[in-house]
Structures are given as C-alpha cells and as structure tokens.
C-alpha cells in the first residue's frame, strides 16, 4: 500500500503566534496544522506553499524544511514558515463547510499548544520545540525573506 503523502507548515505568524486550523467534524473537534496532500508532480515544498496559499490565504517568503515523519498511514514532511503576508483563503476546504464540516482559522499563542488536541498527538512535543526554536530566531531570519 501507498502512504499518503502530505506537506504541513509550523506557521509563525506576523504577531508571533502559531497558527493552526481548528476543526469540527460530526462533534469531533481537534487542531490540525495547515498543509494537506502532495499533487502529482509537486515537490513537498511546493506543496506546502500551495496549502497556505489555499487553506490559510497566506504568502510565505520564509519556508525551511523541518523535519520528516511517518506513521502506518502517511508520510509528512514539516516546514517552519514565517507568514509575510495574509490575503483570503480560497481552497477546496472553505467551500465544504457546513454545520457539520466546521473549519476555522485560529492563531494562539506557542504556549497553548499544550492544552490542544493536535492531530496526530504524537508531533505535538516537536511542534511545539521548533515552534518556539523558529520565534527566537524569527527576526534574524525574517530580515532575510521577508
């Protein structure tokens, strides 16, 4: 069987905030972060830029590869992304939502990471290490990028 192969973003925001997508489905409610699948022909970095673009409306001139992960399902590859700029949303995901499909755009702060249900649980811990890592050193590389 084929893994699933997918692109996510550890996003900082302007405000140094992370930003997630908090989502509802049929009463389940959990944290994912922005990314999603890797189209045929794309690189995992294209990917993620494209994802942001759609799932967030959000231009990234600061993208660094992360780290890899694999489960039984998937395979993620994890970029930190500073967030240059913020335009509307357009991907497939905000035209699916419904009462019971519910999708909504949240930034907190890196601390409040711990009080989330993050999907999947098992990165929340390296998440959280690279989110705070990427804040410290955020002005040094933003003057590059951004």
Known sequence: MNKRRTARAILITKDNK???????????VYYVTPGGGI??????????????????????SY??????IEDEKQFDTFYVCYECERIKPNGPEHQKKD????????NFEIEDLE????????????????????????EKDINKYC
């Open 18 to 28: 992370l930003c997630v997508i908090k989502r509802i489905k049929k009463g389940d």
């Open 115 to 138: 009080k989330l249900n993050l999907v999947p649980a098992y990165i929340k811990d390296k998440v959280l290490n690279l989110a705070k890592r990427a804040i410290s050193n955020k």
């Open 63 to 68: 993208v660094n590869k992360a780290f890899e």
């Open 39 to 60: 189209e045929e022909g794309e690189t995992p970095l294209m990917a993620i830029i494209r994802e942001l673009r759609e799932e967030i409306g959000s231009d990234c």
């Open 99 to 106: 009462v019971n499909n519910i999708y909504e755009i949240i």
